[in-house]
């Protein structure tokens, strides 16, 4: 099998609210946004559920992707549907309403291709549902977990053995710290490092993000905007654009896993350029890659040292 890429994670109908604009019924989730990054460089294979109000014609581009989408398992009921605000600072999302509906009772089953996937990402779904998943994955290349405050503050211990399983921990800087109890980020980075993983990388917003590693720190910026319209969904872009094209070069050495934070950072800022996902569903690998560029000319520059 080729460098197929297992995602697990939501997909939900999301009412967002910012500073520049509103939209009702917006397509979103974990996964989907995910998705919508990581097919720019691999063969994504996604897993969720949908209820019946879920429209799936508007994902047909993943397909035309070649996105496997028949892990998306429709169900009678309403589909999971979140509602949120922004103010001006973007890098914090006020929830209003949310509504699990289908997605409460959601179990992964994997199939045997499913199974077979090298890479893996854990989406920040409930973490006994991350380890229900890695129960089945049958010798995964390179396991990445995502997580929220939700599950940080409920299921503490459940989540620190899922880290404990996965190589690469992926989470933005509050929850790093809550996570480890440790308000200096290098020292929390090193903490969760300490529960087994292989690196971990802090999401900054704005701010861009930094990648821990043993004895190996990496800080990427932003890339900088002048019009930001929503910022939904930019850090599960940012996680698809890193394991996307981890799993398209086949290699997680340090170096490289500094180009994927990278990718990661340059598909994050094409998402925020629009609602949803509509930027990334219009976006094309030679759009990332000049934007790649323009990352390695942002942060270039020449020592002269005596």
């Not at 910012?18 to 019924?25: Q, Y």
């Not at 001006?88 to 994997?110: I, K, R, S, W, Y």
């Not at 991350?130 to 929220?148: E, G, N, S």
């Not at 409920?154 to 620190?160: A, E, F, Q, T």
Request: net charge negative; proline share 5%.
């Amino acid at each position: 099998m080729s460098n197929d890429l297992l995602v697990v994670g939501s997909v939900a109908i999301d009412s967002v609210e910012t500073p520049f604009g509103r939209e009702d019924e917006a397509l979103g989730g974990s996964a989907l946004y995910f998705t919508a990054a990581a097919s720019l460089f691999a063969k994504v294979r996604l897993v969720a559920v949908v209820g019946e109000d879920f429209p799936l014609e508007r994902i047909a581009f993943l397909s035309e992707r070649e996105a496997d989408l028949s892990g998306l398992d429709r169900r009678p009921g309403r589909t999971f549907r979140w509602k949120g605000r922004y103010g001006f600072d973007l890098n914090e999302a006020h929830t209003l309403e949310t509504h699990l509906n289908v997605f409460e009772a959601f179990v992964p089953e994997l199939t045997p291709e499913q199974r077979a996937c090298p890479y893996v990402f854990l989406a920040n779904i409930d973490p006994d549902l991350q380890q229900r998943v890695l129960d089945q994955v049958d010798a995964p290349r390179f396991v990445a977990l995502d997580t929220m405050n939700f599950w940080i503050e409920g299921k503490r211990r459940s989540l620190v053995e899922a880290i404990g399983r996965v190589n690469l921990v992926v989470l933005n800087d509050a929850e790093a710290r809550m996570l480890a109890g440790e308000p200096n980020l290098v020292r929390a980075a090193q903490e969760i490092l300490s529960w087994g993983p292989d690196g971990v990388v802090v999401k900054q917003g704005e701010y861009g993000a930094i990648y821990f590693a043993d004895h190996h720190v990496f800080s990427a910026p932003a890339y900088p905007l002048e019009a930001v319209f929503d910022p939904t969904g930019a850090g599960d872009s940012f996680a698809g654009g890193l394991m996307g094209y981890l799993a398209s070069t086949g290699n997680e050495d340090p170096d490289n896993i500094r180009r994927a934070i990278v990718f990661g950072s340059a598909l994050a800022s094409f998402d925020v350029e629009a609602f949803s996902f509509r930027r990334l569903e219009t976006l094309t690998y030679p759009e990332v890659a000049e934007r790649f560029r323009a990352f390695k000319a942002l942060t270039h520059f020449e020592a002269e040292l005596d």
